[in-house]
């Protein structure tokens, strides 16, 4: 997988920016950031939804385990001085638990070996109140599928959005309260 994404880095924009756009519109409709929120982009890729959270947040630490991908997103993190980009694998980030205030990981579960211990860490590293971003894809997951897989994983799931112009399922969930 990660071969593939350095190979196709440099046309990844080209090839998915529209449809990546239609989602990144239905996840910031729904989505209640904090104020003053550190907010990490899992499986950031080329960091398409940066512009997107400039504004809305105090810090953005994008992941992925693409090099490729790395190098066109920190094109776009240039002029953002409060963006930082790190290579790692989801499933074992270098972070400390509880220290982010909202987690986005958009078309990243069907890459995912075991989309359970992906949530797993997510829900590490965020704090109790954060807001968790997941899609998936639908070819991948039904909707049912996908809601039962969030459930497991101890989310409760917000909001559920399924929508024609976007091929995975966008939910708004946090992790539940104990």
């Known amino acids: 997988m990660m071969r593939r994404y350095n190979q196709s880095a440099h046309v990844y924009d080209a090839q998915y920016s529209e449809e990546q756009e239609a989602k990144f519109k239905t996840v910031m409709q729904n989505l209640r950031l904090p104020q003053k929120?550190?907010?990490?982009?899992?499986?950031?890729?080329?960091?398409?939804?940066?512009?997107?959270?400039?504004?809305?947040?105090?810090?953005?630490?994008?992941?992925?385990?693409?090099?490729?991908?790395?190098?066109?997103?920190?094109?776009?993190?240039?002029?953002?001085?409060?963006?930082?980009?790190?290579?790692?694998?989801a499933d074992n980030m270098p972070f400390a638990d509880q220290i982010f205030g909202a987690v986005l990981a958009i078309t990243l579960l069907q890459n995912m070996p075991n989309p359970r211990a992906t949530l797993d860490e997510i829900k590490r590293v965020s704090i109790q109140t954060a807001p968790i971003v997941v899609t998936g894809l639908k070819k991948r997951f039904a909707k049912?599928?996908?809601?039962?897989?969030?459930?497991?994983?101890?989310?409760?799931?917000?909001?559920?959005?399924?929508?024609?112009?976007?091929?995975?399922?966008?939910?708004v969930c946090r992790k539940v309260r104990r």
Do not use: P, W
């Open 37 to 89: 929120s550190r907010v990490l982009d899992v499986g950031c890729g080329t960091g398409l939804i940066i512009n997107h959270l400039v504004d809305r947040a105090e810090f953005i630490v994008g992941v992925d385990v693409s090099r490729g991908l790395l190098q066109e997103a920190r094109k776009k993190a240039r002029s953002h001085r409060h963006v930082s980009l790190v290579l790692a694998d």
């Open 144 to 171: 049912e599928d996908f809601a039962e897989m969030l459930n497991y994983a101890d989310l409760t799931i917000d909001t559920l959005k399924l929508d024609d112009k976007n091929r995975e399922h966008v939910c």
